[in-house]
């Protein structure tokens, strides 16, 4: 069954370093997204993204976060300068279509920032 | 804004029994509503997904169920096993695109052999 792949699973960093959490759809999906859960919290909505471009954000999704889709098959999530806060599991996910559809998720990626 | 709660926050049962977990939600003008497991450290797995249209959605020995109109869905689980054990989370849309999805805390199962 085809999945939602996430890389890396975890990852440490340094408080102020850039982060790139790579993904990669499911191949005839066409709706793309990132979700974050703080540990023991909710999962939460950062972005939806179609057609290249950012369909929805969060109020989370500040200047610090940005999405690409560099090329037909990946879907990044950068983190422009980490903060403490920003440590959390990152999902991505994706569906065929914006709504009535299944939305799947991947495993996620662990971000701890020290 | 649309508010998802879920209860019990925990529960836990002996094998073989069914069970209920419960989803409630404040705004019914809804598209549908999703239903996942979570495994500790894992991602989501999507079990069931009920649109707004319908009143229960089958999938094994899962079945759920939504009542619109009350702002509820439940998930009944048949005959219980341990592999059931997990957190399972209901979600709904919140926003103009649909995957903006608002997350419940989930309830925490656990299927005692």
């Known amino acids: 069954e085809p999945e939602v792949t996430q890389t890396p699973s975890h990852q440490v960093t340094q408080m102020g370093q850039e982060v790139i959490l790579h993904c990669v759809p499911i191949?005839?999906?066409?709706?793309f997204y990132w979700y974050r859960q703080i540990l023991g919290q909710k999962v939460e909505f950062l972005v939806s993204?179609?057609?290249?471009?950012?369909?929805?954000k969060s109020e989370i999704f500040d200047d610090q976060f940005s999405v690409e889709r560099p090329d037909g098959s990946n879907f990044t999530l950068k983190i422009r300068s980490t903060k403490l806060e920003d440590s959390a599991m990152y999902f991505c996910?994706?569906?065929?279509?914006?709504?009535?559809?299944?939305?799947?998720f991947g495993e996620g990626s662990w971000l701890t920032v020290v | 804004k649309q508010e998802v709660t879920q209860i019990p926050a925990a529960l836990s049962v002996p094998e073989g029994e069914n069970l209920v977990l419960n989803c409630s939600f404040t705004d019914s003008a809804i598209y549908n509503l999703q239903w996942f497991r979570q495994d500790p450290g894992k991602g989501l797995t999507s079990l069931l997904l009920i649109q707004s249209s319908q009143r229960e959605q089958t999938s094994g020995r899962l079945n759920a169920s939504l009542d619109k109109s009350s702002g509820r869905s439940t998930l009944y689980i048949a005959a219980s096993q341990p592999g059931d054990s997990a957190t399972y989370l209901c979600?709904?849309?919140?926003?103009?695109?649909?995957?903006?999805?608002?997350f419940g805390k989930g309830t925490k199962l656990s299927v005692k052999p």
């Open positions: 191949s005839n999906h066409l709706y």
């Open positions: 996910a994706s569906s065929v279509q914006a709504g009535g559809n299944t939305i799947y």
């Open positions: 979600a709904l849309p919140g926003g103009s695109s649909q995957g903006n999805l608002i």
């Open positions: 993204f179609y057609n290249n471009e950012i369909s929805e």
